[in-house]
C-alpha cells in the first residue's frame, strides 16, 4: 500500500504561503482521482484582488466542502481547521524555509499566469501585505503547525526540505 493509500480518501495539506499546497494537492487529486479544494478559493471572491468573502459566508462554503466523502484540500486557514482536521483521514504538512516561500512568491507573480489554486480572472501581483506574512507572520505559525501535526493521530507526512518533496512526488508517482 502506497503512502498516499495509507493517507486515505479526505486529505489535508498545510503548510506556510507559497510552499507548494496546491501544487501537491492537484497532483494528489489527478493521481487519486480526488476533487482538489483550495481554501483560498473558498475564502476570497472571485475576479477580484484577493478581497475576502463576508466570515459567515466562507465558513458556510468550507463547512460544505468538507462534508465530501472525498478530497484533497489545501490551505491552513486557523479558524476553521478543528473541523477539517476531525473530517480527514490523513494529513501532509509542507514545512519549506521562509527563504524558499519569498522565492516562489516572486516566481508566482512574475512568471506564473495559469497558477493551481489562483482566484478565477486574477492575475497576481507583488504586495507588501503578503511579503509580510511570508517573512514575519508565518515564521511565528511554524510552531503552531508543528504542533498540530504532532498531536495529531491521523496518518500523516512532514515534508521540510525541496529533496523531501521531489522524493516524495517521485515515490507517489506523482505529476506537477
Known sequence: MSLLDRLGPRICVMGPSNSGKST???AIARR?????????????????DWQPRPTAEFLRLHALAIEGARWVIEGNYSSCIAPRLARATGLILLDVPTATSLFRYFRRTWCETDRKGALDGQMDSVKWQMLHHIAVVTPRNRARYAAMFEESALPKVRLATRAAIDCFYSAEALER
Do not use: E, F, K
Open 32 to 48: 487519486r482521482g480526488l476533487p482538489a479544494l483550495h481554501l483560498d478559493q473558498l475564502y476570497h471572491q472571485p475576479h477580484t
Open 24 to 26: 501537491l494537492a492537484v
